[in-house]
């Protein structure tokens, strides 16, 4: 089943087309990769479809409904959780109040009775923090409870901003380059992180540049080359497609 | 017809210097990302440094002028380097918060020095009107109008033409980037806080014979110059001539087709509009989200 | 050329290069690779004087101690560092940028001139577009202009920051053509890249940096040939089939 | 020396609380205690700047407005309508609430330069309303003769015993906003503080829970605006300029930006301090801009980095060398996994 989709979509700035015209589909419980040279529109498609940017042709449907016009906000109450290219965590707050931020969705207590420490109040605490501590020591983050996040070493702020986006549980994950920053040894585990989320229920898309990754955990793989979709299929597909090797990947010399 | 003329040469006279006044605030939000609340202080400072010089000192008005400015870029720079300079990597926050400390300091420092009493300040250019074409001109009016347009003129051809005025915007864009092309970050930044002073302390020199010089002209001029600025688009430095100009118009307009107690709440007025309908002003980037 | 001994840097209580020792001969490229976090691009902020040295530290130039020089006077001394995230001026247009390169040749005005020239020959594609301002370039057009501006110094030395990083393997190769060319024409290299394979292949010498130590040293062929350097940041050929 | 922490732990809340009860019997004279008093309302108000400006990153240049919407709207209802004076607190806050909801309508998508200067703006023009719609507020003159709560027959009007009023509603506000900060509502004010962009993509109502801080805050300070009121029992214009919003600007940067025991104790000490500096003269406005501008520079945390830094130590809370052992765990774990 299709749960998210994109349809004949584009954004102009000015009167540059960063995206136009592109149809992206993601299967239920799948691994989507979005792949492409940099500046081809990944990011802008990703921003598209979390909302950040408003589109100024075509639609965005997630779980059958039609979210082009929904606020960021709404869309993650939809089950929609993100990463960022470059790591965008609440610095100077703690791991643990930012995987709680990652809950606000899933949470309700309204200012009034957190403010007077109502048992409402007392028990959403309870309760979100054990399930924070539970993604923590999934992440291996569960030592840095109390630290500051933007305290943390580089690829722990990067399993931090997964834990933050899974803590939910949302229906799709995008990751924006998971695997930029690490190195190969760190590009394994990584790997089969994303398929253990996977696993878990939770389909994912991802940005990604290293095509190690890419090629390996992809169920299917659109390239993106001037903001148009050039190719999509499964991996074997995409490898052998002129065009896409023509765009992106070159031609092995060695 | 001719009333309309009238408070139109009016309001570009008392416009062209809010906009001397906001391409300080511009000039200074640029290079170092925060308002600068005590800008308004540096108009004050202007004045009395004027009202020092040619009516204290008895210097002649040609002399006088001079020296006043280099009080002023004396005064900004000391400024600069004692309270602004060590907070060039803080957060926004703390810097907005010292220049609102600058800003108290300086205003009561000439308080007092000079007592909360206004000075009068005689005309530079003359007070008589001059009837052309059935229009009463006086000539201090002429001349705010030139001079002012003139000096933002003269910054923007030295922005965009000298090397130190490029290498005042890339330090304004990227300090550390500007750093290692070999640009004197420091430097550059003291030049910005002079340059600044130097132009808000022109705008003090010729609003004095217009109003009193007195320690809390500051804060009036402040408030228009940059709510001018923000009208502007508080990034784009002919913006803020532009927004300068606006306000000074609708002030006059304001005054003379209603009443003079019109006039005071117009900047701020108009500040709530352009915030709320316009927040990137007429000329101002608008600010891009990055994500 | 360049000799680093002993090199010590702490970022608020974190030490991030334990004593490192490095030396770059004239006409060389070297390159440091290693791991994200490794201090690869702390190495070159300390050469460059962006940041401070711990006592005891030494960094000589052309033999002369520029441990604390600040970073304006470092590039007078001859050393252009291209930064990590391309950081060009956005609003300032593409020859603004490369103007701002040559900041401190201000003698020179007829070399400059010419360098100009030789850059746009290098860079076609800047040429193009050197009345644009620099934030409307692609990503690949922006490495090209922070590499052209940091060689309008004229530098002897000249230091990349990660020029591969968010460009595509095309670009990439084009990239490495041009600091190949540059190092032709005389200009001493020192290169920091996460892209080991890349880096090595045109390197003379190579550094392995781990955890702020320099680990392993060698020619590049070697480095890249050696098998602990395979494993653990060569990583496996690009494309291939799925492992299911 | 883990005995001493212990008892400090257990300990230090009684001892503050008791200081906090015997102050009046402290304090030498009448005078001094309605300072005192008027120290206490400061605390409550930069308190409630915090909650705005501290914790949700708004900052606000005209904040003393709502002090003022609130000691006016108490004023008018008691001494016009002749309600009763408990009934003037609340509405002051709910007023003063109802005032940020109309001016947050508009200025909630603004970012933090913007808002402050909007602030500002409403600040000026409150202040041009308090000064000229005469009918209602008095205009110069203002309101005279704002009586004192009763309490059960008891009149509050002593200084030492409208202490106490004080020091009650001090406390509810300390508790009200520990508690906030430490949910889910004030998580996403401190998320957006941090990082809005980012606060968004964790589901969060930016613009609602900018405007819920707002409410909040200005609810406070509405009703610390009728403590004041009904202390002088006199309310003017002349108390609302806006350099008095700079003036708590002031006591929550001195107290320390986003610390409550700072808020309290800037408060405090910036309305103590300039009445036993009066023989300077205005001099005193002088050191108190360069004091903000040295406290920014040298000490960003403010007093309560201060007292949190002691209260660290006492308590056994503060270790040396905790800090580098985390450092290196940092890096043991990123180099070996």
Not at chain 2, 193 to 203: E, N, T, W
Not at chain 2, 244 to 263: C, D, K, P, R, T
Not at chain 3, 7 to 33: C, D, M, P, R
Not at chain 4, 268 to 282: A, C, D, H, K, Q
Request: with cysteine.
């Amino acid at each position: 089943m299709v749960i998210l989709e994109t349809k004949g979509i584009g954004i102009h700035f000015g009167g540059l087309k960063a995206v136009s015209n592109v149809d992206f589909s993601v299967e239920e419980g799948s691994i989507s990769a979005i792949i492409g040279p940099n500046g081809a529109g990944k990011t802008t498609l990703f921003n598209l479809i979390a909302g950040f940017y408003t589109p100024t042709e075509g639609t965005v449907h997630f779980k059958g409904k039609d979210i082009t016009k929904m606020k960021t906000f709404e869309r993650t109450y939809m089950g929609l959780a993100r990463t960022f290219q470059n790591i965008n965590l609440f610095r100077e707050l703690s791991v643990m109040d930012n995987v709680l931020l990652g809950l606000h969705t899933k949470t309700k207590c309204d200012p009034i009775s957190s403010m007077l420490n109502l048992p409402n109040k007392l028990k959403e605490e309870r309760e979100s923090r054990k399930k924070v501590m539970e993604t923590l020591e999934f992440l291996n983050l569960d030592h840095y409870v109390n630290e500051k996040a933007g305290s943390l070493a580089y690829g722990l702020q990067k399993n931090l901003e997964i834990a933050r986006a899974i803590v939910s549980h949302p229906t799709v994950l995008l990751l924006d380059e998971p695997a930029s920053g690490l190195n190969t040894n760190d590009l394994e585990t990584l790997s089969q992180g994303i398929v253990t989320i996977r696993n878990s229920g939770i389909t994912v898309v991802l940005i990604e540049h290293k095509m190690d990754v890419v090629m390996s955990i992809s169920d299917k793989i659109a390239v993106l080359n001037f903001g148009e979709k050039i190719a999509d299929g499964d991996p074997g597909e995409i490898c052998s497609n002129p065009e896409v090797i023509d765009a992106y990947l070159g031609k092995d010399e060695e | 017809m001719n009333f309309f003329l009238q408070q139109l040469i009016q309001g570009i006279s008392m416009g062209a210097l809010y906009g001397l006044i906001a391409i300080g605030y511009v000039l200074i939000y640029n290079a170092w990302g925060v308002l600068n609340f005590a800008q308004g202080d540096m108009v004050m400072i202007g004045a009395f440094a004027i009202l020092i010089a040619h009516v204290f000192m008895g210097l002649p008005l040609l002399i006088a002028f001079p020296v006043a400015i280099l009080m002023c870029c004396i005064i900004g720079f000391l400024v600069e380097i004692s309270a602004f300079r060590p907070l060039i990597d803080a957060n926004n926050t703390r810097r907005l918060i010292a220049t609102i400390g600058v800003g108290i300091f300086l205003r009561n420092l000439i308080r007092v020095v000079f007592g909360a009493d206004p000075y009068p300040f005689p005309s530079v250019f003359g007070n008589t009107a001059v009837e052309i074409g059935g229009l009463t001109i006086i000539p201090q009016n002429i001349w705010n109008t030139v001079i002012g347009f003139g000096l933002v003129l003269l910054l923007s051809i030295f922005l965009k033409q000298t090397v130190i005025g490029k290498s005042m915007r890339a330090t304004a864009q990227d300090r550390e980037a500007a750093r290692l092309m070999g640009i004197n970050v420091k430097r550059n930044m003291s030049i910005t806080f002079i340059i600044s002073s130097a132009l808000g302390g022109f705008a003090g020199m010729l609003i004095s014979p217009v109003f009193f010089v007195i320690p809390t002209l500051g804060t009036l001029m402040g408030n228009k110059g940059f709510a001018g600025a923000l009208l502007g688009g508080i990034t784009s430095n002919p913006g803020s001539m532009i927004g300068g100009i606006s306000l000074g118009v609708l002030e006059s307009f304001g005054a003379g087709y209603f009443s003079s107690s019109v006039q005071a709440s117009i900047s701020f007025g108009v500040l709530f509009l352009v915030l709320i309908f316009l927040p990137a002003g007429l000329l101002g980037k608008k600010e891009s989200r990055k994500v | 050329m360049l000799k680093l001994e002993n090199v010590f840097v702490n970022y608020a209580n974190i030490q991030v290069l334990h004593g490192i020792n490095i030396e770059v001969k004239a006409g060389e490229i070297v390159t440091i690779i290693g791991a994200n976090g490794a201090g690869k691009s702390t190495t070159l902020k300390a050469i460059s004087g962006l940041i401070s040295k711990t006592l005891n530290s030494s960094i000589k130039f052309l033999d002369e101690d520029i441990t604390s020089l600040q970073a304006e006077k470092v590039v007078e001394r001859g050393i252009s560092l291209s930064p990590e995230g391309r950081r060009i001026f956005p609003d300032l247009t593409v020859t603004e940028n490369l103007e701002m390169g040559a900041y401190l040749r201000t003698k020179d005005k007829e070399g400059v001139k010419n360098d100009m020239k030789e850059v746009f020959r290098m860079f076609p594609r800047l040429e193009e577009r050197k009345k644009q301002s620099g934030k409307t370039l692609s990503g690949g057009e922006q490495q090209m202009l922070a590499i052209a501006r940091a060689l309008m110094a004229k530098p002897k030395l000249l230091m990349l920051d990660e020029p591969s990083t968010g460009l595509a393997p095309l670009i990439v190769k084009d990239i490495f053509e041009i600091i190949k060319q540059v190092n032709k024409n005389g200009t001493t290299v020192l290169l920091v890249e996460q892209n080991a394979k890349i880096a090595l292949s045109v390197a003379d010498r190579g550094y392995v940096l781990k955890n702020g130590n320099i680990v392993m040293e060698d020619t590049g062929k070697n480095l890249l040939a050696n098998e602990m350097v395979q494993l653990a940041y060569l990583g496996e050929c690009a494309y291939k089939p799925k492992k299911d | 020396m883990k005995t001493f922490h212990k008892i400090y732990r257990v300990s230090r809340i009684w001892i503050l609380l008791l200081f906090a009860l015997t102050l009046p019997y402290w304090i030498p004279n009448n005078y001094y205690l309605q300072v005192a008093n008027l120290g206490m309302i400061f605390a409550i108000l930069t308190l409630s700047l915090n909650i705005l400006a501290g914790y949700t990153g708004l900052f606000s240049v005209g904040f003393i407005a709502f002090y003022g919407i609130g000691a006016y709207t108490s004023a008018i209802v008691v001494t016009r309508l002749g309600w009763s004076v408990w009934v003037g607190f609340l509405l002051a806050g709910v007023v003063s609430s109802l005032f940020s909801f109309l001016l947050g309508l508009p200025t909630m998508r603004l970012r933090g330069m913007y808002f402050a200067v909007a602030t500002l703006a409403f600040g000026e023009i409150t202040y041009q309303v308090f000064l000229n719609w005469t009918s209602i507020t008095g205009g110069t003159k203002g309101i005279k003769g704002v009586p004192s709560p009763e309490f059960f027959g008891i009149s509050l009007r002593p200084y030492s015993k409208y202490f106490y009023l004080i020091l009650i509603v001090l406390v509810i506000v300390i508790l009200l906003t520990r508690n906030l900060i430490n949910s889910r509502t004030g998580r996403a004010m401190l998320a957006i503080r941090e990082n809005d962009i980012a606060a968004e993509a964790m589901g969060v109502d930016v613009p609602k829970f900018k405007m819920i801080a707002f409410l909040i805050a200005t609810f406070f300070a509405g009703v610390a605006g009728a403590l004041y009121g009904h202390e002088v029992r006199y309310v003017s214009p002349e108390s609302f300029v806006n350099a008095e919003s700079a003036a708590v600007l002031a006591m929550m940067v001195v107290g320390g930006i986003g610390s409550i025991p700072g808020s309290i104790l800037g408060g405090f000490v910036l309305t103590m301090l300039p009445e036993y500096l009066r023989f300077l003269g205005n001099i005193r406005l002088v050191i108190y801009g360069a004091a903000i501008v040295a406290i920014i520079i040298f000490a960003p945390k403010g007093l309560g980095g201060l007292i949190e830094w002691i209260d660290g130590l006492l308590s056994g809370t503060i270790k040396r060398g905790t800090h580098k052992k985390i450092t290196e765990k940092v890096e043991d774990k990123n180099g070996h996994s």
